[in-house]
């Protein structure tokens, strides 16, 4: 069964910094491209950026650019989030999701419904003075 783990939530003020980590259990993520999602209270979730599991492509939503980084360890099994300059409106719950295929997890980031191989169960961000 292909587990993913998240970590590394937490409360955080507004302009600070979190690491978030997303491990998997059963299967090695070394061969799946991985991506962010987060939602908010009484909001849909959107996407936030994944990442290919070869070349390391990334790809980030508007919201994002700039101030979050995606990057993988493939000898730790483990993809993180490097988020910086938080905003209020970045809380929520992030979860992590492997997928074969880069594209379909752009796709999915983009808001394309999409069946992706493996979820998480995700970790709270919280954003507050």
């Known amino acids: 069964q292909l587990q993913l783990v998240e970590s590394g939530g937490g409360l955080v003020q507004p302009g600070g910094s979190l690491r978030l980590s997303c491990v998997a259990s059963g299967f090695t993520l070394n061969y799946h491209a991985v991506g962010w999602f987060r939602q908010a209270p009484g909001k849909e979730r959107e996407g936030v950026s994944c990442?290919?599991?070869?070349?390391?492509?990334?790809y980030y939503a508007d919201s994002v650019k700039g101030r979050f980084t995606i990057s993988r360890d493939n000898g730790k099994n483990t993809v993180y989030l490097q988020m910086n300059n938080l905003k209020a409106e970045d809380a929520g719950v992030y979860y992590c999701?492997?997928?074969?295929?880069?594209?379909?997890?752009?796709?999915?980031?983009?808001?394309?419904?999409?069946?992706?191989?493996?979820w998480g169960q995700g970790t709270l961000v919280t954003v507050s003075s």
């Open positions: 999701a492997a997928n074969n295929f880069f594209t379909a997890l752009v796709d999915a980031i983009k808001g394309t419904p999409v069946n992706l191989d493996a």
């Open positions: 990442i290919s599991h070869g070349d390391q492509k990334t």
